[in-house]
């Protein structure tokens, strides 16, 4: 595990070093996404090399997210107490969005058929 | 005197850790996603620091090395992109246009629904990035200049959407194709969504991973992008 481990902060190193000696517009971790896939495309790194790793990783990636959302508490004032009208922005928002993706994808579908 | 005694990195990484644990069992329990660990978790670690007094600068030493870990976990979201990459290539054009018009849509529409009832450009900013997973979209927020831990709490709303509407969406839309399903999950409602394509299906829930990777790379540079646009066309946020 832990040798799987190194592997992924290994590239995740390399991005960081990347991302700021070439000055990209990208963040390190995207890059080391994209490094990632890129190895295991061209099998310099093999899927059950990261796998397990990756499994947990993914999985508890909410543990890790946790103690941003700690710092909500200091910017509550800039909702100006409008929770609701944003809560119902993000869910109508996110509810025509589903419904583009989805019909996008039966027409191509349909076409291609 | 309490804060000399939690001035140690253990004391913030137990702290998470217990309450993420206690949230997560919260969760199991009551059966309802919106009660995410993120949600109850948040809750109980604010009211431990406000009840015990502790300053948040002590909490943020340990949870400094539990966050670390997003670094990562973001770089392992290659791996349910690479596993489902032969159905990605067969239909790779369609699912891009999907996933790309879902993006869009959401930029959009919440752009557009700000505006019209007057939320400030701080929370506006905040909110584009809502539909990417969490690790992608707080990296995203901090980029353009939102807050990260609102555009945090606000995908979460987003995703809890999408669990709740998915499946009468596709009944009313007649939709039963398992790729479909699966992209105009992942691709709007990220993790959770997920969680209701992996109920839905196998093959929903390994094209729903597969695209919050999509998803999330494509948003890193079509957010900065429709920030430009705005600005040009309209003013400046």
Known sequence: MIKQFSIIVSILAISYMLEIGLNLPIPASIIGMLLLLIMLLTKIIKLDQVEKVSDVLLGEITLFILPLSIGIMDSLDLFEGKFLIVFFIVSISTIISMIVTALIMKLLLNKAK | MINELVQNTAFGVALTVICYEIGKWIQKKTGLKVLSPILTGTIMIVSVLLITNINYESYKQGASIVSFFIGPATVSFAIPLYKNLRIIKENL?????????????????????????????????????????????????????????????????????????????????????????????????????????????????????????????????????????????????
């Open chain 2, 93 to 237: 054009l369609i699912i891009i246009l999907g996933i790309f018009g879902g993006l869009l849509t959401g930029l959009i529409t919440a752009f557009c629904l700000c505006m019209i009832f007057g939320i400030n450009n701080q929370v506006t900013i905040s909110m584009l990035p809502k539909s990417v997973t969490s690790a992608i979209g707080y990296v995203i927020s901090d980029m353009i200049g939102g807050r990260p831990e609102i555009t945090l709490v606000l995908i979460l709303i987003a995703g809890v959407t999408g669990y709740v509407v998915g499946e009468y969406l596709f009944k009313i839309l007649k939709i039963d194709n398992p790729l479909i399903k699966g992209v105009t999950l992942g691709t709007n409602s990220h993790v959770v969504g997920t969680a209701k394509a992996m109920e839905l299906g196998e093959k929903e829930g390994a094209m729903s991973s597969a695209a919050i990777t999509i998803a999330g790379v494509i948003m890193v540079f079509l957010v900065p992008l429709f920030l430009r646009i705005i600005e040009l066309l309209v003013f400046k946020l």
